[in-house]
């Protein structure tokens, strides 16, 4: 059975910063792509960071560019997004996903889901 369990998540003020993990069990984790992804109620998921299996290539949305990174250890079946200068905007619920497609990081779609953690960013 695949699970995906989330952790890290918090209040936290605008400017400063919160690690997200997300332990995975019962796959194969050395051959997925992972990402993140974050939703607002009544608003559509939002894609936000994806790592190929090696780790060697990661992607980013343009929102989080340059603030976030994702890094993985294969070793420990985790996955992290390091958040920094947190906005207001970036309050949402984070989820990790798991995909079985194994190409570029970039997959198109996803094939497990963590259940998410709360990110507040507070004025």
């Known amino acids: 059975q695949v699970q995906l369990v989330e952790s890290g998540g918090g209040l936290v003020q605008a400017g400063g910063s919160l690690r997200l993990s997300c332990a995975a069990s019962g796959l194969t984790f050395s051959r997925i792509t992972m990402g993140w992804f974050r939703q607002v109620p009544g608003k559509e998921r939002e894609f936000v960071s994806s790592?190929?299996?090696?780790?060697?290539?990661?992607y980013y949305a343009t929102s989080v560019n340059g603030r976030f990174t994702i890094s993985r250890d294969n070793a420990k079946n985790m996955v992290y997004l390091q958040m920094n200068s947190l906005k207001l905007e970036d309050t949402a619920v984070y989820c990790c996903?798991?995909?079985?497609?194994?190409?570029?990081?970039?997959?198109?779609?996803?094939?497990?889901w963590g259940q998410g953690t709360q990110v507040t960013v507070s004025s």
């Open positions: 790592i190929s299996w090696s780790g060697g290539n990661t």
């Open positions: 996903a798991a995909s079985l497609d194994v190409g570029d990081g970039y997959p198109p779609d996803y094939d497990y």
